[in-house]
């Protein structure tokens, strides 16, 4: 699957709703590709007092239930159209759910794809490689 395929999927699992007290979901979604060509999306949830899930981290939690974890691509979209890089956090978290997945294509605002080992240079963990 190509880049702007993927992010078409993941453009259409936004869904933003409203949740009790200020928290909403869904305002930006994720689409990922695994390496066997499986597609898994994800939605975004904010809550108050800084509890949240990335909608990059709901994707990878599909994923691992069908017993999956290298990422061949994955993409971020908020509810505008735009595409976000990966907070730090989801960078990290899709670094440590599978060795290969250093080599996952992350794309950019403008459909720039860039490998995950180029955006997490000087890993802490290299020590244990």
Same mark, same amino acid.
């Given at each position: 699957?190509?880049? $702007?395929e993927l992010y078409q999927?993941? &453009?259409?699992?936004? +869904?933003?709703?409203?949740?009790?007290? =200020?928290?909403?979901?869904?305002?930006?979604?994720?689409?990922?590709e695994t390496t066997s #060509?499986?597609? &898994?999306? #994800?939605?975004?949830?904010?809550?108050?007092?800084?509890?949240? *899930?990335?909608?990059?981290?709901?994707?990878?939690?599909?994923? *691992? !239930? !069908?017993?999956?974890?290298?990422? !061949?691509?994955?993409? /971020?979209? =908020?509810? @505008?159209?735009?595409? *976000?890089?990966p907070c730090g956090r989801?960078?990290? =978290?899709? /670094? $440590?759910?599978?060795?290969? +997945?250093?080599?996952? =294509?992350?794309?950019?605002?403008?459909?720039?794809?860039? %490998?995950?080992?180029? %955006? *997490?240079?000087?890993?802490? @963990?290299? !020590?244990?490689?």
């Amino acid at each position: 699957m190509n880049k $702007q395929e993927l992010y078409q999927i993941a &453009y259409s699992a936004i +869904n933003h709703k409203m949740l009790r007290r =200020f928290g909403e979901a869904g305002h930006v979604a994720c689409a990922l590709e695994t390496t066997s #060509g499986a597609i &898994y999306t #994800g939605i975004c949830i904010d809550i108050p007092c800084s509890i949240g *899930l990335c909608a990059e981290q709901s994707a990878i939690a599909e994923m *691992l !239930k !069908k017993g999956e974890t290298e990422i !061949k691509r994955i993409v /971020a979209v =908020f509810e @505008d159209g735009s595409i *976000l890089p990966p907070c730090g956090r989801c960078r990290e =978290f899709i /670094a $440590q759910i599978d060795d290969n +997945n250093d080599a996952t =294509f992350i794309v950019m605002p403008q459909m720039k794809e860039i %490998l995950l080992r180029d %955006l *997490l240079p000087e890993r802490w @963990d290299s !020590k244990w490689d």
